[in-house]
């Protein structure tokens, strides 16, 4: 067919300004007892290796492997520039984003020479984002049950908690529990962090018996008990004079009762249980 731009005389054929196709050549010898004989060339499009990548910049943890699109390019080799990017596959160009570092990097797609036709190169430029670096902070990690406590989640922009918390919010937790903040910065990336309250239970004391005694008696030892294991025992004497300290913890030994007026003398003993600082 006609479109292909020969020169007749020397051969050469110019397939910059030929059109695509396959074309018989013949070349004929001149004389007396010419002859002839004939080629076949094919003048194809070069390679082309354009492609983009959509939706950067990424987040290293959002699940989905970004993938090369060629709109009219084909892929070759992928490579990319400066290092810290990492490929699923160098020949389909799937970046992993789990493995490679954050930063801006430029993506080279290589088709080699072959059949005649030149290397083609492309490139695009694609940006990995850090992970923010999500706390999760509680007002305290140990509370008395009863008590409120406030979770608040530091180095990103908004914040989601489990357990139907909200951030910066006071609440009373129920029980002893860990907490997952899912902290999200400007760059729509996400990261977690936990925190674990302890809720310590309310220290009781058990019930002691009240003790009636004469003037230089000898009380009975008073051993306080209580539900709860590890718990102290403050208390306090309201009348002194009776032989006993005005104050004082744990078990209150025997002690000889003074009483050196003639109207019996009344003292109460207000005691108060202590375990992880509830009371």
Do not use: H, K, R
């Amino acid at each position: 067919p006609v479109g292909l731009n020969l020169d007749s005389t020397t051969g050469i054929i110019t397939a910059s300004t030929s059109n695509i196709g396959t074309y018989a050549v013949t070349y004929t010898t001149n004389g007396v007892c010419p002859n002839s004989m004939t080629e076949t060339i094919t003048i194809t499009n070069g390679f082309n290796a354009a492609f983009t990548y959509s939706g950067s910049p990424y987040c290293p943890n959002s699940g989905q492997n970004p993938l090369p699109v060629f709109n009219s390019g084909s892929p070759g080799v992928f490579s990319s520039n400066p290092s810290g990017l990492n490929f699923v596959n160098v020949i389909s160009g799937e970046i992993d984003l789990s493995s490679s570092s954050s930063g801006t990097y430029t993506v080279y797609n290589i088709i080699s020479a072959s059949g005649g036709c030149g290397t083609a190169i492309d490139s695009s430029v694609i940006t990995i984002n850090s992970l923010p670096a999500v706390g999760a902070n509680a007002s305290s990690s140990s509370v008395c049950n009863g008590s409120t406590v406030t979770l608040t989640g530091s180095g990103a922009s908004s914040y989601a908690w489990t357990g139907g918390v909200t951030d910066g919010v006071s609440f009373v937790p129920s029980a002893t529990d860990t907490y997952t903040v899912t902290g999200t910065d400007s760059n729509g990336c996400s990261n977690t962090s936990t925190v674990t309250v302890t809720v310590n239970s309310l220290p009781t004391v058990d019930l002691v018996q009240n003790q009636t005694l004469c003037a230089n008696s000898s009380t009975t030892a008073i051993v306080f008990t209580g539900a709860v294991s590890g718990t102290s025992y403050d208390w306090t004497n309201t009348d002194a004079s009776i032989g006993l300290p005005s104050n004082g913890s744990g078990t209150i030994p025997s002690f000889v009762a003074i009483n050196t007026g003639s109207t019996a003398v009344t003292s109460t003993i207000t005691v108060t249980p202590n375990n992880n600082g509830c009371a």
